[in-house]
């Protein structure tokens, strides 16, 4: 399913990324006394994008996560607590503010059981369709036919 938001955050990391590329590129790095000159330069480039590009990677982070809980809760499928370290981690608002995110490995974990549960679902449908819904059609079709024929012999005669 496509994304628009997290189409938009992606293409403003990358935007930014080569901002950063860009403006340390046009640096004049080709001799030692340019290089000690513009490393202060070189340094708030970093600072400056560095910053942006993690307010973007955390909003990324933050709604991959969103997205997950509210799939994993519409699926009725237990979240893991926010104080497991190994799947949550503090991801830094634009507000300085520090908000629990799953990790990759928590993503991946939640997707897995959401996956499993999508399947376990599919499966108890399907066992509607297979136990039921097909013999009965099986038995419609039947009747139907052995009706045709009685009224294919009583019109014979």
């Excluded at 930014?16 to 330069?41: F, G, I, M, V, Y």
């Excluded at 979240?79 to 497991?84: A, G, S, W």
């Excluded at 599919?122 to 009224?151: N, R, S």
């Amino acid at each position: 399913m496509f994304d628009l938001d997290l189409w938009r955050l992606r293409r403003r990391y990358r935007k930014a990324e080569r901002a950063k590329e860009a403006q340390l590129k046009a640096l004049d790095l080709t001799t030692e006394e340019a290089k000690s000159a513009n490393l202060a330069t070189r340094q708030s480039i970093d600072q400056e994008i560095g910053d942006e590009c993690e307010n973007i990677r955390g909003r990324i982070e933050r709604h991959l996560t969103r997205r997950l809980r509210e799939e994993a809760t519409a699926l009725d499928i237990e979240v893991f607590p926010t104080d497991d370290t190994e799947v949550w981690c503090a991801v830094k608002t634009e507000w300085g503010d520090n908000v629990p995110a799953l990790t990759p490995k928590g993503r991946s974990h939640l997707r897995k059981l959401i996956d499993a549960e999508k399947v376990r679902r599919f499966e108890v449908k399907m066992l509607w369709v297979t136990k039921f819904l097909i013999p009965l059609l099986a038995a419609l079709v039947g009747i139907i036919g052995a009706l045709t024929g009685f009224v294919a012999v009583l019109h014979k005669k």
